[in-house]
């Protein structure tokens, strides 16, 4: 069987370009806000309405034969909003690595603590995997921390809490397309609660329509539905894991695109997560290997 089409290979591809997605995203959103193109709440509703439209779309020219299908859930919907929104708003009082790193420390500690409480155990190897990336995220982030501010924090705690049950409630998507469209359907009565809300402090400018419709439509449209594909083949602390390289794909964005220097800290940032991902995932597959000998 050619590589491309095993289950592995392909979790490993969605997995990549969902992540690559996640990282566009924030700088998307970052450019948007830090530029005064936009207020929050109008970046978020144009966000989730272009998400919606683009992935209708798509659903709408998918032929599907069962009627049964999974359309989401208004859990999932809810999530995506409050994430969305609380991400959007935190990201005024708070500097980039203060907000990534309150962030994907919710996203890890809800997912951790929800798998523990649901029965689930983590493996030896996955604790030590998970502190080795998380310490090299860290020293990613931790020279851009300063002090948050209150409410800059709690806004970006609910917001990785949010994302942290919208991934768990995504590991058991049957269909990832049509289930991530409805999700952002669901989010339509609350974008429009959110419209009269905030109707007048909204400000456009076409940079931030366009910086918004490009997050909704293809880092977030299209890149959670990717997201959703590659958690059939992930385990929830992998999952959690691997979102930790969101912030270096970011930083690698900055080489890439706006010339800046590739540091020591991020090379040993960099080899400390993938080190900690690999000792997850490869973990994981040893003692699966290690209880199916037992077994037969």
Known sequence: ????????????????LALIAFAANSV???LALDNQAIDPAGFTMIRLFSGALVLLTIVSFTTQTDKNVSKGSWTAGLMLFLYAICFSYAYLTLETGTGALILFGAVQISIILITLFSGGRLLIS???GMAIAFSGFVALVLPGVSAPSPE??????????????YTLIGRGSQNPLTDTAYNFIRTLPMVVLLAVLTLNTQHYTYEGILLAVLSGGIASGIGYTLWYIALGGLSSTQAAVVQLLVPVLAVFGGVLFVSEAITLRLVLSTILILGGILIVVLGKYFFDRLNSKQRG
């Open 1 to 16: 069987m050619p590589l491309t089409n095993t289950p592995l290979s392909k979790t490993i591809l969605f997995t990549g």
């Open 28 to 30: 998307l959103n970052r």
């Open 126 to 128: 996955e604790w030590i």
């Open 152 to 165: 800059g924090f709690v806004l970006m705690a609910v917001s990785g809490i949010a994302w942290g049950i």
